[in-house]
């Protein structure tokens, strides 16, 4: 504890005596300063115990008393030091019942004790208790590192949480909470995750301080990690803010679950170049040697139906493709799910089980950055934040290679629609008429019926809407007829005339196939 009041009274060799303010001495003294100027408060701090002989004070006038005191007071100043035997015999009524009425503590000063020796016992009491603090502070890193080094993240929040008084949780790369202690703190941790989220948002290293509600507690959080992104998170709650002993508990702990993961980097990578092994395999055909390979790590994925997911950023610096991995691997970990996740060039390449976890990850990532691109001008996606990402149907390690292709194609309808994320099942299930709107599709229909169109502007006659409703009852006149309100011999003739203009003839089903797309394109712009 730092020096306060009382312990200055209490100092047998000082021989102070409290002449006002007995019930505020307990309040902390950040350092003893003598000053003789009628106004000192322009070189106060707060903190301040203020030592005194009234040299320059008339303080047996009791209104001068009260503005002296009174500004001292709300300059901060915790106590007046007043030295009795130099210019006055005894403390003066008037600077008693001024400290009185403002709640200043007020310490009568004897003449045989030197304002030097207060200040000596200050200073070495402030000194003392830094010198307590850090023997504190390497204490709990001691404690903090065994713990680290037994029970890893779990025991040091523990011990981190019991040195602080309060309660400590970890994040991970996505911002879920992976441990918290003690455990009735995990509800209280969860409720942080967006300004765990914002604090992600920052380069590493970063800080915040969350002021719960009220009778909640004071929660500082700092990011982990030393790359652009950081990798995870910690969050310390306590009932009011942290002291230099707690201070260095925290910053220990903070170095050591960083080092931890970045220890976890090397490993990482390993495990990374181990999956590309597998997922050359699977895509070559080889899904005995692949699972061989895959051992513990990866086997279980390859055990049951999973989906093969590509992705591409919109820009070859894109965040959001490191972001994707992590949440998904993040995902995967919490479920206790094998995700194989590999970096292929300047795209992503990931094997997660169906219906599982880290599928669930890439749906949401998907959706939100879905989301936020149609938010409006203010929340838009810059390009290094867009993603389109392509997934397989469920597939098995002897169709691979098919999910492969699959999640591909995926992709490419994805980034052709303008869509974060298609699912391959999607394709099969929707209509063809919204691939026709590929640019190349629109220039080859509009080149193909183009003639048509200048035909009927000059008001010729209707021969683009008589193609499409004779195609649409496949060629069968009278029906096609009766739908235009005409009798089939002009329809016949309009026929001719289509066939005469483009120089294709109707009976070939090619022909008839690339005019219905090409209406069916020209009419979906």
């Known amino acids: 504890m730092p020096p306060t009041l009382a312990s200055l009274v209490h100092h047998s060799a000082l021989k102070l005596t409290v002449r006002a303010g007995e019930d505020r001495l307990d309040v902390p003294v950040r350092w003893a300063h003598v000053s003789e100027l009628a106004d000192p408060v322009p070189y106060m701090e707060g ?17 001068a008393m009260r503005r002296y005191v009174k500004r001292l007071v709300g300059a901060g100043v915790v106590g007046l030091g007043f030295a009795v035997g130099v210019n006055y015999e005894e403390t003066p009524k008037a600077l008693v019942d001024a400290a009185e009425q403002e709640g200043l503590p007020l310490l009568e000063v004897p003449r045989r004790t030197p304002f030097l020796a207060i200040s000596k016992a200050v200073s070495a009491a402030i000194a003392a208790d830094q010198y307590r603090a850090v023997t504190a502070g390497f204490a709990a890193q001691r404690e903090l590192t065994k713990q680290a080094l037994t029970d890893g993240p779990q025991g040091l929040l523990g011990s981190l949480a019991s040195q602080v008084d309060g ?9 879920a909470v992976v441990a918290t202690a003690p455990e009735w703190a995990s509800r209280r941790a969860a409720r942080l995750t967006a300004d765990v989220e914002r604090l992600r948002e920052r380069p590493a290293p970063a800080s915040s301080v969350v002021g719960g509600p009220e009778n909640e507690d004071r929660v500082e959080l700092h990011s982990l990690g030393t790359g652009r992104r950081p990798r995870a998170a910690l969050a310390v709650g306590t009932a009011a803010a942290l002291g230099t002993a707690e201070r260095y508990a925290v910053h220990s702990a903070i170095a050591l679950l960083t080092l931890t993961t970045e220890r976890s980097r090397p490993l990482h990578a390993a495990e990374q170049r181990l999956g590309a092994a597998v997922l050359r395999m699977l895509l070559a ?8 390979v895959a051992g513990d790590l990866y086997g279980g994925l390859l055990d049951a139906p999973f989906r093969v997911i590509v992705a591409e950023p919109a820009a070859a610096d894109g965040e959001a493709l490191a972001g994707l991995a992590e949440v ?12 194989l996740v590999v970096p292929e060039g300047e795209r992503l390449v990931a094997l997660a089980a169906d219906s599982g976890a880290a599928v ?3 749906g949401e990532f998907a959706a939100a950055l879905e989301a936020a691109r149609g938010a409006g001008a203010e929340q838009s996606l810059s390009d290094e934040d867009e993603l389109v990402v392509g997934l397989s149907a469920p597939v098995g390690p002897i169709a691979a290679a098919a999910g492969y292709k699959q999640a591909e194609q995926a992709l490419s309808v994805a980034r052709r629609r303008g869509r974060v994320a298609v699912e391959h099942e999607q394709l099969a299930a929707g209509s063809v008429v919204p691939l026709l709107a590929d640019d190349a599709v629109k220039a080859f229909a509009d080149g193909l019926l183009r003639p048509l169109y200048e035909h009927d502007a000059k008001g010729r006659g209707d021969l683009v809407a008589s193609l499409r409703a004779w195609l649409s009852r496949h060629g069968q006149w009278d029906a096609a007829a009766a739908d235009l309100g005409v009798h089939r011999h002009t329809l016949r003739y309009r026929m001719r005339r289509v066939e005469e203009i483009i120089g294709r003839s109707l009976d070939d089903p090619d022909a008839r196939m690339e005019l219905w797309l090409a209406l069916k394109a020209t009419s979906a712009e």
């Open 328 to 339: 998904m691997e993040s995902a995967g970990a919490r479920a206790g799910e094998a995700v």
């Open 47 to 63: 903190g301040e115990l203020l030592l005194v002989t009234a040299l320059k004070l008339d303080a047996e006038d009791p209104e």
């Open 285 to 292: 055909g080889e899904p005995d040697h692949a699972r061989a």
């Open 167 to 175: 309660w400590a949780a970890l994040y991970d790369a996505s911002g």
């Open 360 to 362: 669930a990850a890439c």
